[in-house]
């Protein structure tokens, strides 16, 4: 299905500039921005994926992932061709580098409308939908239709995202909008421009926005790339920027697999995680969750949340499963110290 996006502005000559992201694509008549399915036809921005989701499934919450939000509950996750990132090493390539999508010919993906989502989520009980394996903010229009909806109907909403929104797409989504995870890719400005495509600065500027000015629940993960983004000082610089915008902030590391465009570099070592995860306490994070690895004993602890106070172990995970130890959830029974998180 094709629909008007809602955030965008005429130019002349024909062009409308998209207003989603901070590549704020002129897009020429007939051409698409450079996600592939915002597309000027006839001089309107359509969005060229609406309700055509090419992956709908019933995930943990924990696998989006977030460790701090109704813990243990389904998310109806879903996702849409298209991308305005490159990510050269997207584990999600197949479908978020699908571009210059023709709606004429090409229709990719599953009808899904905002109503059938919700109409699942409602018959299976399951009370949160994501928007994820892509980029939200291509297919804005959808998700904020649904997310509306969704609320409606008592349904919380998260956005899986690269953080590279426009101020006025987070701004139009927020009050429909409950929990967010955004990637920090890095902390260097170049990797960003030479792997993504994209640019460190506005992805700062969200992390700090969500956190201090909105209710948006947020938590932060970072990939570690062998030789890319793994050095001791750029962790350090990572960390010590999300302890300084809040350190309640949980900030999940993860690791690397050869994937897409990057099979030159070897998978991250579990070592490496369990530095970071040092790191990041080191740096003043109460919450600090390493990804990705299973299984290795140097881990046994690191997907676990401990009172930031006492030290108590209050959830103990294994992948996605949790063992809560607590008697009720977002205080310690230990010394009764709040945990930062919405548990219900
Ligand atoms: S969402 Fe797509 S069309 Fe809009 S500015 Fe970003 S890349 Fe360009």
Redesign the pocket.
């Given at each position: 299905m094709i629909k008007p996006t809602m955030l965008n502005k005429p130019l002349r000559k024909g062009y409308v500039q998209?207003?989603?992201?901070e590549?704020?694509?002129a897009?020429g008549p007939g051409e698409?921005?450079?996600?592939g399915?915002?597309r000027n036809i006839d001089g309107q921005l359509q969005l060229v994926v609406y309700g055509k989701a090419i992956a709908a499934h019933v995930d943990p919450v924990e696998k989006k992932p977030l460790h701090h939000f109704l813990p243990g509950n389904p998310v109806y996750s879903i996702g849409t061709v298209g991308c305005?990132l490159f990510c050269q090493w997207c584990q999600n390539w197949d479908i978020s580098q699908h571009r210059d999508f023709d709606p004429e010919t090409d229709y990719i993906g599953e009808d899904l409308p905002p109503e059938a989502i919700v109409a699942y989520c409602r018959g299976h009980n399951i009370p949160l939908v994501a928007f994820t394996y892509n980029e939200p903010?291509?297919f804005f229009e959808y998700t904020y239709d649904t997310a509306k909806l969704a609320h409606k109907h008592g349904i919380r909403t998260i956005y899986v995202s690269s953080g590279f929104e426009t101020s006025l797409a987070l701004e139009t989504i927020a009050p429909y909008l409950d929990a967010a995870n955004i990637d920090l890719k890095a902390m260097r400005d170049e990797t960003y421009r030479t792997y993504t495509g994209a640019r460190l600065a506005p992805v700062l500027r969200n992390i700090e926005h969500l956190a201090r000015e909105t209710d948006i629940w947020l938590e932060v993960t970072t990939l570690l790339i062998p030789g890319l983004n793994d050095s001791d000082q750029e962790i350090r610089d990572a960390a010590t920027f999300l302890a300084g915008v809040n350190p309640d902030i949980p900030w999940h590391v993860s690791a690397f697999t050869p994937q897409y465009r990057m099979q030159d570099r070897p998978p991250t070592p579990a070592k490496t995680l369990y530095r970071a995860w040092e790191i990041g306490k080191e740096a003043g994070l109460h919450y600090v969750y390493t990804g990705n690895i299973w299984g290795n004993p140097l881990l046994a602890d690191t997907g676990d949340t401990f009172c930031p106070s006492c030290g108590e172990r209050l959830v103990r995970r294994s992948g996605y499963h949790l063992r809560e130890y607590w008697s009720e959830r977002g205080v310690c029974h230990r010394c009764g110290e709040r945990i930062a998180g919405v548990w219900r």
């Open positions: 998209c207003t989603a992201c590549h704020w694509c897009v698409a921005g450079k996600c399915v915002r305005n903010t291509v």
